[in-house]
């Protein structure tokens, strides 16, 4: 799972994006942030620093969120000498579940001995149409179309 956002920076400096998680109650507003380093610390994944208007991304481990959970995230920018004051608006997201197949059959309703095997023979359908006439020319096609 990758999260991403836009950071600007006012200099045009490049910057970084701390970025936090939590899950939400039922009204969608935050419950619990989520662990995403696994440090138990702070819990926030933090990006390369990219171009100011450029996308910030991080990967999420695999596991750390759970298919059909409603979370949301924010961002903090930091330029390298400047911590922004105030986080990102949230914004919320879904991890969808997988598809899942129903099992196999193990029983059919079609009834094997109603079914009849037939055997297509082809017949031979003559010689094949010549490419070129005895003069080397391709051969013409001449329709006839019947009007009534």
Avoid: C
């Avoid at 990219?50 to 979370?71: F, R």
């Avoid at 059919?108 to 082809?122: G, M, V, W």
């Amino acid at each position: 799972m990758v999260l991403r956002n836009t950071v600007t920076d006012a200099d045009g400096d490049t910057a970084n994006l701390t970025f936090q998680v939590y899950t939400t109650n039922a009204d969608g507003t935050p419950k619990a942030q989520v662990d995403l380093d696994g440090s138990g610390q702070y819990g926030v994944l933090v990006s390369p620093f990219v171009a100011s208007g450029s996308t910030a991304k991080v990967t999420v481990p695999y596991g750390i969120l759970k298919p059909g959970v409603l979370y949301k995230f924010r961002t903090s920018a930091f330029d390298g000498s400047l911590y922004e004051t105030t986080w990102s608006p949230w914004a919320d997201f879904r991890i969808e579940p997988y598809v899942k197949f129903p099992a196999p059959q193990t029983s059919s309703t079609i009834d094997s001995t109603a079914q009849e095997i037939h055997a297509i023979t082809r017949t031979d359908p003559g010689p094949a149409l010549p490419a070129f006439s005895e003069s080397g020319e391709p051969p013409r096609v001449r329709w006839r179309l019947d009007f009534m």
